[in-house]
Structure formats: structure tokens, C-alpha cells
């Protein structure tokens, strides 16, 4: 080996590089990561829990609201630290944030070696190689975007894996930056999600969960030509799979078929997360959501009359600019009218860069604070009401997780409820990705609890 190609190369021959990644943010950037691994597993690195012993720490950022900017760089203030003497250590910041703040992040803390968004992690390699031999901070907006293919990926072990099938989103909501972050909708090819989830299935999953920022806008822009409900059906005949969950849906892009699909699937479960983010039409004008609350109204019957017994869950925002209590007490009734299954509740938080940045007339912070504290107390007397309604009912649960010591094994019913189900002394326990029937004697805000059925 000559010297240069010693200088090359990232790490010492005799040790396996390590990583370490941090994931903040939702499910698809909890999947990004998992490619993330795939990649760095493929090509030889390790994982490691430990941010000190890495030799790659990866930030993996969201940058929805603000507290996720925080969160994030309070994050990397610390690991900043670690870098101090490790001439071979590198920190990268992957992510929303990544995207939106590039080089200034660098400028902020010149430890960071790295800045990728989302779409330009499949360049990690790359860049790392890079980052070696020039030895200055490297930018994934300056190398090349490779084919969305299926990069590999490191799941944790478990029965339930995420499949990323739509990223981005042409919608343009005023107060979101996801559309700067992510950019414009791109499907992945139906072909090779379902050689996808039939390796998974292979590796003992039995549910996946569906990914894309508008997952029901699936195939808008695809060269084959198929839509959601499609890849639902193409889904509901893979052999040995059990389950199929999706997220998010945009009201807008719910259309009939998917509906169809859902109800003669007897895989795609019955539940919906549907975000409503507001009762008030003038919000959801001011929001440029898209639809009025009648519009949604008339998906949820539709939605409603197919599957009777749909669970329906939704994203609630409270504080948006102009915000009155006229249009919060709508956002209350809303609630109450659509008995949702459950629901996130955001304070509204402006985002520079986003049509609703420059737009005045935010509620004082104690107002949306306590009309948050509110909304929530309401969501969680129907959720617990919800619960309720279930004692003495039986449930398929799926089951993800076994704790031999409790004797009690969880997992989830088909409307995403969380169910705890004791054993007996002498009752053998369950396989992981078996599907029972547990009968539900008690339940809390969280979830429910029963013994075998
Ligand atoms: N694509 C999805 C969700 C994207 S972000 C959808 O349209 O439903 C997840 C949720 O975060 C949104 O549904 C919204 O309720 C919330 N959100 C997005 N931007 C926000 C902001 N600036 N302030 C507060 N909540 C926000
Ligand atoms: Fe954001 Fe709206 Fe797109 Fe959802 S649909 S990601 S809220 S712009
Ligand atoms: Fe956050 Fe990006 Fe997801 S901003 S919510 S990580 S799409």
C-alpha cells in the first residue's frame, strides 16, 4: 500500500469504522436513518451506542417546528465537544434542518464536517471519501443525486418495518416548510416496493407502515402510472405479509379508490390518519390547506360509510396567525363532531422562509398555550372514553414485543390501539408476529390491557 492510498483512506485497516446516529423528527426520517445504516453496514462500518467510540456521528434533523431546531443544536452543541483531539472523528448533520441551513451550520459550529439533506444522504459515502482527502467541510447539494432506487437498510429487529414510498410534497401549506426541505413528490417505482416488502417479509415483518409526506398522492408522478390504491391492492397479495399501515394521507388526495381498496383489503387496516389541522374554514383558508371543513366532512362519510368502524386520527394546530376564539372553539367542535381516535396537537410555530412567516396577528403565547392545554384536555377525555368503549370487547392484536419476565406480551389492535395482554402461569407465550385475540379488561389514556381471549 503506497501512501497515498493510506491517505485516502478514512480509517485505520486493522479497526471497522464505527457510526452512531441520532434521529430527531418523524417516521420518514426514522427511516432515513435506517438507510442511512444500510449504507454504512454495507460498506463495512459498525453501530455503535456510544457517540464517544464513533468514528461517524450522524445528526439526523427535523426542523417542523422550532423546538425541533433546538433540540437538534443543543444536541450538537455536546457532540461538538467529543470532536476536540480526534483528528479522525466525523460529525455530520443530515436532515430537515440540514437542508435548510447548509453552510450555516458550519458557520455556527465548525466541527461539522458534513451537511446533507434528506434527499442527499443516498451521497454519504461519497462525501465521507471526500470530506478524507480534501479535508474540508463537504455540502451534499455539491455532488450529483443518485436514482431513487432502494438503498439498503438496518432495521431494528421487530415484526413492524417502515417503507418509504413517496417523498416530498407539492402542497403548499403556509405554515409548513417540509415542501423547502424535502422538495416536490417523487413516487418510487411499484415494482420495487413490492420486491421490497417481500424481502421483509422474508426476514420475518409481517407489518409495514407505507411512508411518504402525501402517501395517498402516490404515483402522481410515476412513469408506470399507478396510484395509491393500486400499490394497496399490489400489497394486499403479498404472500405472508399481514398488515399494511400508511401515512400521512392528505385530505385533498383521498380519493375513492383508496377508499375502495381500503375496505376490500383485509391487510390494509382499518384506520386512517387524516390531518384536519383546524374547524375553522377561515383558518384552513389562511393555512392554504386546500379544502374546507365541508370538503373533509364529506371524505369522512365517504371514509365512514365504506369501513363503518374506521379509526380516524388527525393533526390539530391551535395559534395559527388570526387565530380567534370564535375559530379555536370550531377547532373544539370539530373534535367533537369527528370523534377522532386520537390526535398530535401543535402550537403554531412560524417558520422563516414559509408564506405565513411575514403574517401578523399571532395569538399572545399564554392564549395558545392555554388554548393547546385545552384542546389536549378534550382529546384525552375522548381518547379515554374511546378506550373505554372497548372493555369486554375482544382484539386481534399483533404481537411485537414478549416481556417473559411481566409475563405479558404487546402489540397493536387493527384501529392502532396499544394493548398489554398478562399470561397465566401456565399460558405458553406467543410468537412475535402472531396475530391473537386478547379480551380487554381494563385500559388508561395510553392504551388498553386484557388477558387471552
Ligand atoms: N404531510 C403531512 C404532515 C407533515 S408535518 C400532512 O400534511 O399532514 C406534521 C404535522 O406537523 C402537520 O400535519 C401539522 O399539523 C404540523 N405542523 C407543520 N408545520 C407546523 C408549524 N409550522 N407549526 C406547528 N405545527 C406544524
Ligand atoms: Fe406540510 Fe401541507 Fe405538505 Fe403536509 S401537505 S407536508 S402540512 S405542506
Ligand atoms: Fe421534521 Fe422533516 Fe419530518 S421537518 S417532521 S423530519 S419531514
Not at 426476514?203 to 402516490?218: D, I, S
Not at 365512514?304 to 380567534?324: K, N, Y
Amino acid at each position: 500500500m503506497d501512501e497515498n492510498t493510506a491517505e485516502a483512506r478514512p480509517f485505520p485497516l486493522t479497526e471497522a469504522p464505527t457510526y452512531h446516529i441520532r434521529t430527531f423528527g418523524c417516521q420518514m426520517n426514522v427511516h432515513d436513518s435506517e438507510r442511512m445504516a444500510g449504507i454504512l453496514a454495507e460498506s463495512g462500518y459498525r453501530s455503535t451506542d456510544d457517540p464517544e467510540k464513533a468514528s461517524l456521528i450522524i445528526v439526523n434533523t427535523c426542523t417542523v417546528r422550532d423546538k425541533a431546531d433546538n433540540k437538534a443544536l443543543s444536541d450538537l452543541g455536546r457532540l461538538r465537544l467529543l470532536k476536540k483531539g480526534e483528528g479522525e472523528k466525523i460529525l455530520a448533520v443530515t436532515g430537515c434542518m440540514a437542508e435548510r441551513e447548509q453552510e450555516r451550520l458550519h458557520r455556527m459550529m465548525p466541527e461539522i464536517d458534513l451537511v446533507a439533506g434528506p434527499a442527499q444522504v443516498r451521497n454519504l459515502l461519497p462525501m465521507i471519501d471526500r470530506l478524507r482527502t480534501e479535508k474540508r467541510f463537504q455540502l451534499g447539494r455539491d455532488f450529483d443525486l443518485p436514482e431513487m432506487t432502494t438503498p439498503p437498510a438496518v432495521r431494528p429487529p421487530g415484526v413492524t418495518a417502515l417503507v418509504t414510498v413517496q417523498e416530498g410534497c407539492d402542497k403548499a401549506c403556509s405554515y409548513c416548510v417540509v415542501p423547502r426541505t424535502r422538495g416536490p413528490e417523487r413516487s418510487r417505482p411499484i415494482g420495487a416496493i413490492i420486491s421490497e416488502v417481500r424481502t421483509l417479509v422474508q426476514e420475518g415483518y409481517r407489518e409495514v407502515t407505507l411512508l411518504g409526506q402525501n402517501v395517498n398522492g402516490y404515483g402522481k408522478n410515476a412513469p408506470e402510472g399507478e396510484g395509491f390504491a393500486d400499490l394497496l391492492l399490489a400489497l394486499d397479495a403479498v404472500d405472508g405479509l399481514s398488515r399494511i399501515r400508511f401515512t400521512t394521507s392528505h385530505p385533498s388526495d383521498l380519493d375513492l379508490p383508496t377508499i375502495k381498496a381500503m375496505a376490500c383489503s383485509s391487510k390494509v387496516m382499518p384506520h386512517l390518519h387524516l390531518p384536519v389541522q383546524s374547524g375553522s374554514d377561515r383558518m384552513l383558508s389562511l393555512m392554504d390547506r386546500g379544502y374546507t371543513l365541508d370538503g373533509y366532512r364529506e371524505k369522512v362519510r365517504h371514509l365512514r360509510e365504506s369501513i363503518p368502524h374506521v379509526a380516524l386520527t388527525t393533526d390539530l394546530i391551535v395559534g395559527f396567525c388570526e387565530e380567534s376564539e370564535e375559530d379555536f372553539q370550531q377547532t373544539l367542535e370539530v373534535v367533537s363532531e369527528f370523534r377522532f381516535d386520537g390526535a398530535f396537537c401543535f402550537i403554531y410555530s412560524p417558520r422563516p422562509g414559509t408564506p405565513a412567516f411575514e403574517r401578523e396577528g399571532m395569538p399572545d403565547r399564554a392564549v395558545s398555550l392555554d388554548r393547546f392545554r385545552r384542546l389536549d384536555e378534550l382529546m384525552s377525555a375522548l381518547v379515554l372514553e374511546k378506550n373505554r368503549g372497548r372493555i369486554g370487547s375482544t382484539e386481534e392484536i399483533l404481537v411485537e414485543r414478549v416481556d417473559p419476565e411481566a409475563r405479558t406480551f404487546s402489540g397493536r389492535t387493527p384501529h392502532f390501539r396499544t394493548v398489554r395482554c398478562r399470561l397465566s402461569e401456565t399460558e405458553p407465550f406467543p410468537l412475535l408476529g402472531d396475530i391473537v385475540s386478547v379480551r380487554i379488561d381494563s385500559c388508561s389514556k395510553a392504551g388498553l390491557a386484557g388477558v387471552s381471549a
